[in-house]
């Protein structure tokens, strides 16, 4: 298969290996009407295609879902990643952190870089708090670079902010992020684009993306907003001709957008004004 070269105006790859979660987060960013994808990569079709990609050392492929640790060949993937490759995964916790620390080197998922290589979602409704700090705790002292995020959500902020108090205190690197979407009839998030989440009043435009995002079956798909739907994707992983075009694309959904993609945030090196994508209405 041909290299997939990556653009250099991209800041972000996004491997969905599963949309299982084993919790229900009810403000969880990925229900915007997530679909099923017919089927899922095999981890060795995960890494015959993950290996095609030509990046950059400031830019990992983050591994990530739904909760990555329950695709069942999560440490197969992981481990068989070529070694130009960096490695970031974005997980819940919920998995036995002792097999972790038995199946992967600490060198492996750890680079130069403001923030860490393993980031944990703090959500305080459906996790036990302390046992996630002994998680994190006991990966950090084996050598890992992890650190926890946690969403202000207008229920839980006080909660979030006072959790992170205490991991700052137990040397954990606790960061907190935007709750993003509507909380009754409040929209909450810095956006760059008016109107763009609405849900109300579709318009055409045209938009670039700054990420490639790959689903569950190898899918490649414009924007988070078409992951989550399951609109017409734009390519696969697996096609052997498959190449990234740096381009504007038509489309039909700017209202439905994800907040994800027109959200005001940092980018990689943590530098706040990017916006994972570009509209033009």
């Not at 979660?21 to 403000?27: A, F, I, M, Q, T």
């Not at 207008?154 to 137990?170: N, R």
Request: aromatic share 12%; glycine share 6%.
């Amino acid at each position: 298969m041909k290299p997939v070269v990556i653009p250099e105006s991209y800041n972000y790859i996004g491997v969905f290996l599963t949309f299982a979660c084993n919790l229900k987060c009810s403000y969880c960013i990925n229900r915007f009407d997530t679909f099923i994808p017919k089927g899922h990569l095999t981890g060795e079709q995960w890494v015959e295609s993950l290996n095609r990609i030509v990046s950059r050392d400031d830019l990992p492929v983050t591994i990530q879902g739904g909760e990555p640790s329950l695709h069942p060949d999560f440490y197969y993937i992981i481990n068989h990643i070529k070694k130009e490759l960096h490695i970031d995964i974005l997980t819940n916790l919920q998995f036995d952190v002792d097999t972790f620390i038995r199946q992967v080197d600490p060198a492996r998922i750890k680079r130069k870089a403001p923030y860490a290589s393993i980031r944990v979602s703090y959500h305080p409704d459906q996790m036990d708090t302390k046992e996630m700090v002994r998680k994190v705790l006991k990966l950090q002292d084996a050598g890992f670079s992890i650190g926890i995020w946690g969403v202000l959500h207008p229920l839980q902020k006080e909660t979030v902010l006072k959790i992170q108090e205490e991991c700052k205190k137990a040397g954990i690197d606790f960061r907190t992020k935007e709750f993003l979407g509507f909380f009754g009839k409040e929209l909450y998030g810095t956006y760059k684009y008016p109107g763009a989440f609405d849900q109300e009043h579709l318009k055409k435009c045209r938009c670039r993306t700054t990420e490639l995002l790959i689903g569950p079956d190898g899918n490649i798909y414009r924007c988070h907003s078409d992951v989550y739907s399951g609109r017409k994707p734009i390519g696969s992983i697996n096609a052997p001709e498959y190449q990234l075009q740096d381009i504007y694309r038509d489309c039909d959904y700017f209202g439905l957008c994800n907040p994800c993609d027109i959200k005001i945030k940092t980018n990689r090196f943590q530098q706040f004004g990017h916006t994972s994508v570009d509209i033009k209405l």
